[in-house]
């Protein structure tokens, strides 16, 4: 999310923010805390951003949400603010961190998966981690409720081509084949098994 944006929701009154992070104490979800709790940490990171948009100090604000998921993490729903250290990290360079966070939002957030996923698809193709950004991405469409096959093989031909393919051709046939993998198996270890196993057989190493 935009820094403006962010800080425009941060911004409003805790009753107005309500309808954007669902604060509701009757959830199931274990990790919400109360209403309480809920918005004492609201306020506290409007604090922490305040002091950031006034010192530009990003490795503060950096600091203060890694202490905030060093401990519960956030009590309250809302897909924007779970993301917001990741990115932070991300734009700090601290990506290890930033990985570690993903999986804690995903343990306590499945409904998250998504968007888990492509997040760590674009980490591992920027770190030039081609074979396993494309397995993340056969994961990410295989969970899915259907396959989306025409989307998939879009997106994987221009990982594909940065690994050692010459032609659009090329890149398309071994699309098309992830994508029959992607197909045959919703379970995350059997696709990986198969996926490696396609790996090998065209001479692929873990790029």
Do not use: C
Request: aromatic fraction near 12%; proline fraction near 1%.
């Amino acid at each position: 999310m935009k820094l403006k944006a962010l800080w425009r929701r941060l911004n409003k009154p805790i009753a107005t923010q309500k309808r954007y992070t669902s604060l509701n104490i009757t959830d199931e979800n274990p990790f919400l805390g109360t209403l309480e709790e809920q918005e004492k940490q609201i306020a506290a990171i409007q604090a922490a951003e305040a002091k950031y948009k006034e010192d530009g100090n990003l490795e503060a604000l950096v600091a203060f949400w890694n202490r905030l998921w060093s401990g519960k993490g956030l009590v309250f729903n809302g897909s924007a603010m779970h993301f917001r250290a990741v990115d932070l990290n991300l734009e700090a360079g601290n990506r290890d961190q930033a990985w570690r966070l993903l999986t804690k939002i995903l343990f306590r957030h499945p409904e998250y998966d998504v968007r888990v996923y492509k997040y760590r698809y674009k980490m591992m193709k920027d770190e030039k981690r081609y074979m396993g950004s494309l397995e993340h991405l056969v994961d990410r469409y295989a969970v899915d409720v259907g396959f989306d096959r025409e989307h998939f093989i879009k997106e994987a031909k221009s990982t594909i081509r940065k690994v050692d393919v010459e032609t659009s051709e090329d890149a398309e046939q071994i699309a098309e084949h992830l994508a029959d993998i992607g197909e045959q198996t919703k379970d995350i270890g059997e696709l990986h098994d198969l996926i490696k196993a396609y790996f090998e057989k065209i001479g692929w190493l873990d790029w």
